[in-house]
C-alpha cells in the first residue's frame, strides 16, 4: 500500500474503552463493529457477519440491528469532518432480508452539511454488491463537554 492510500484510510476499532452497543469493545454483550473511513471518498465502510443471537425470526437479522448497523456507519462520518454528533433523525428502508451469518458490506457517506447538521446516507449489501437495505439521517454536531457526566 502506498504512503498516499495509508494516509487517506484511517481505521475505528472497537475501542476497549468504550462501552457502546454497536462499536465499543467493552460491552460484552454488544456487537464490536469495526469500521474504516476513506478520507479521498468520504466513505465510510464495514464488512460484518452479525452472529443468530441479533435474529429477529426465522434466521433474519433483527430490523434494529440493521438500524443499528446504519446508525453506526452513518456517525462514523461524522469522523472525518473531526467533529462529533448525535443522532437526530433515523430512517431505513429494508428491501431485502438479511440472514444472520451473512456476510455484508455497510457503507455510509455525507451528502450534505448545513451549520451543524450534517445529513448522511448509507447502504447495507451482500458481498455481491446486491443492496440489502438503504438508510439516511440528520445528525447534529455537538460538543462532548456539553454531554460528560456531572454530579448531582
Not at 465499543?24 to 469500521?35: I, M, Q, R, T, Y
Not at 473511513?37 to 433474519?60: C, D, L, P, W
Given at each position: 500500500m502506498s504512503n498516499a492510500m495509508s494516509e487517506s484510510v484511517r481505521k475505528f476499532p472497537a475501542k476497549p474503552d468504550n462501552v457502546c452497543f454497536g462499536c465499543g469493545g467493552a460491552n460484552a454483550a454488544g456487537l464490536k463493529l469495526e469500521f474504516e473511513a476513506n478520507a479521498e471518498t468520504g466513505r465510510v465502510t464495514g464488512r460484518f457477519k452479525i452472529a443468530k443471537e441479533f435474529q429477529g425470526s426465522m434466521g433474519m437479522l433483527h430490523g434494529g440491528i440493521i438500524a443499528l448497523l446504519m446508525d453506526e456507519a452513518m456517525g462514523k462520518v461524522?469522523?472525518?469532518?473531526?467533529?462529533?454528533?448525535?443522532?437526530?433523525?433515523?430512517?431505513?428502508?429494508?428491501?431485502?432480508?438479511?440472514?444472520?451469518?451473512?456476510?455484508?458490506?455497510?457503507?455510509?457517506?455525507?451528502?450534505?452539511?448545513?451549520?451543524?447538521?450534517?445529513?448522511?446516507?448509507?447502504?447495507?449489501?451482500?458481498?455481491?454488491?446486491?443492496?440489502?437495505?438503504?438508510?439516511?439521517?440528520?445528525?447534529?454536531?455537538?460538543?462532548?463537554?456539553?454531554?460528560?457526566?456531572?454530579?448531582?
Amino acid at each position: 500500500m502506498s504512503n498516499a492510500m495509508s494516509e487517506s484510510v484511517r481505521k475505528f476499532p472497537a475501542k476497549p474503552d468504550n462501552v457502546c452497543f454497536g462499536c465499543g469493545g467493552a460491552n460484552a454483550a454488544g456487537l464490536k463493529l469495526e469500521f474504516e473511513a476513506n478520507a479521498e471518498t468520504g466513505r465510510v465502510t464495514g464488512r460484518f457477519k452479525i452472529a443468530k443471537e441479533f435474529q429477529g425470526s426465522m434466521g433474519m437479522l433483527h430490523g434494529g440491528i440493521i438500524a443499528l448497523l446504519m446508525d453506526e456507519a452513518m456517525g462514523k462520518v461524522c469522523r472525518l469532518s473531526d467533529v462529533r454528533a448525535v443522532t437526530a433523525e433515523l430512517s431505513v428502508k429494508y428491501l431485502r432480508p438479511i440472514q444472520v451469518e451473512q456476510e455484508i458490506v455497510v457503507e455510509a457517506f455525507q451528502v450534505k452539511r448545513e451549520g451543524r447538521d450534517m445529513y448522511h446516507e448509507g447502504t447495507i449489501s451482500d458481498v455481491r454488491g446486491k443492496v440489502l437495505a438503504r438508510g439516511s439521517g440528520r445528525f447534529v454536531v455537538i460538543n462532548p463537554a456539553d454531554f460528560a457526566k456531572r454530579d448531582s
